[in-house]
Structures are given as C-alpha cells and as structure tokens.
C-alpha cells in the first residue's frame, strides 16, 4: 500500500511538473535525477514512469530515458470530439434520473468557480483545473465509471495539448469558467434537454486558448 501511495505521489509531482513548464518538452526524463530529486528509491520512480507511459504522457526510449509525449492540432481535435461524445452521451443516459440533489451540487460548483474567478490569487491553471471539475461532475451523475475513466484520459491529453500548442492567460479562461457552465445547469435544472445538450457541445467545442505569435509555444505557459 504505502509503495502505491508513492508511486502515485510521484505520478501526480511529475505530471505537474511538466504542466507547469517545469520540464522543457524536449527534456529527456532518467531514473537516477528522479531519485536525486524526490529522494526515493528506484522503484517507485520506475513504476511511476511506467504508469506515465502507459497514460500516453511519456513515451521509454531504450536504454536512454522517458521523453514527453507530443501532441498535434489533429489529435487534439480529435480528443475534443471524443469528448463532446462521451458527456453528451451521458447527459442523454441520466437526464431524467436527475433531482433536486444533482441541481443544488452544480449550483454549489458555479458558486465556487464565481468566487474563484473573483479571487486576485487565482491562476489560469486553477481556472482550467476548475472547468474540467464541473464536466467531470456533470458526466459524475451517470455513474459511469468506464466511462469516467476514458473523460479523464481525454482531459488529460487535452490539457497537455494545450500546454504545448497554445499560450494561456487568466482571461482566455475567463468565459468558459462562468457563464456558460451556469447556462447549461440552468437548462438542466428546467428540464431543456436538447438545450442543455447543445450548450454542453459548445462549451467544450470552444476554448479557446491564445495562440502565441510566431506558432507554437515549446513549453507550459500559464499567465
């Protein structure tokens, strides 16, 4: 138990990390500087490795090291749509089980991403954090778990996309953490299922991160 507890430690440090622009995405990933760096053994750096290779965020060179994982415009519209299938799909399968208990925790999450939108502290990365929160939520009330599962492994790979693709800044994430996400509760919550579902592809269909000038961005830029 504890030696998972570590590797998922690790796993979640390394991921950050490279999210956070700690590592440059040409940086070249080796045990031994791990082990220097979070004071562990080897094995939990390798397992950890393992399970970020596995999750498509590294990729093992032999006998070399772990690269990160790039991924191209086409892919990331291709996870984007993935998406829109996945949480719509589930909109449609639990829409008429949803109660007054579904309607009040989504009131509760607007509430909270408001407050964060208005606290000075907040970052670009808290605001993308907290907008996958509410679509993790929402796809939450079908139970799915499967299916959870394969919307965390996009959000994921979009987020990384992201990071490399494009420049973010605190108010390129400022539509897409409000009204929007309060439109789709509010038809939900007045039983507009087709509205709702419209909203929803929308939503996820239009972040829109700013595209730096002179192309592509070669590390994680949360401004």
């Not at 415009?73 to 291709?78: C, D, F, P, V, Y």
């Not at 996945?86 to 009040?104: I, W």
């Not at 299922?193 to 592509?216: C, K, M, Y």
């Amino acid at each position: 138990m504890a030696e998972a507890t570590i590797k998922s430690r690790l796993y979640n440090a390394i991921w950050n990390d490279i999210i956070d622009g700690v590592y440059d995405w040409n940086y070249v990933f080796n045990e031994k500087s791990l082990v220097e760096k979070y004071q562990v053994s080897k094995s939990p750096i390798r397992d950890a490795l393992l399970e970020l290779c596995k999750d498509n965020v590294l990729r093992s060179i032999p006998r070399y090291g772990y690269e990160i994982v790039r991924i191209s415009e086409k892919q990331l519209r291709e996870i984007i749509e993935m998406r829109v299938l996945l949480e719509t799909a589930s909109l449609r399968q639990c829409f008429s089980l949803l109660s007054q208990t579904e309607f009040d925790i989504l009131r509760e999450y607007n509430l909270h991403s408001r407050l964060l939108l208005l606290s000075k502290t907040s970052t670009a990365r808290d605001l993308w954090d907290d907008n996958m929160q509410f679509h993790r939520t929402l796809y939450s009330f079908s139970k799915n778990e499967f299916g959870m599962t394969l919307l965390e492994r996009c959000m994921q790979m979009q987020t990384m996309a992201y990071v490399q693709l494009y420049r973010f800044t605190r108010d390129s994430n400022r539509v897409m953490t409000t009204t929007s996400h309060e439109g789709i509760a509010a038809l939900i919550e007045n039983s507009n299922l087709e509205g709702a579902v419209r909203a929803l592809q929308n939503d996820i269909r239009s972040i829109q991160p700013t595209h730096p000038e002179g192309g592509n961005v070669e590390c994680a830029a949360w401004n």
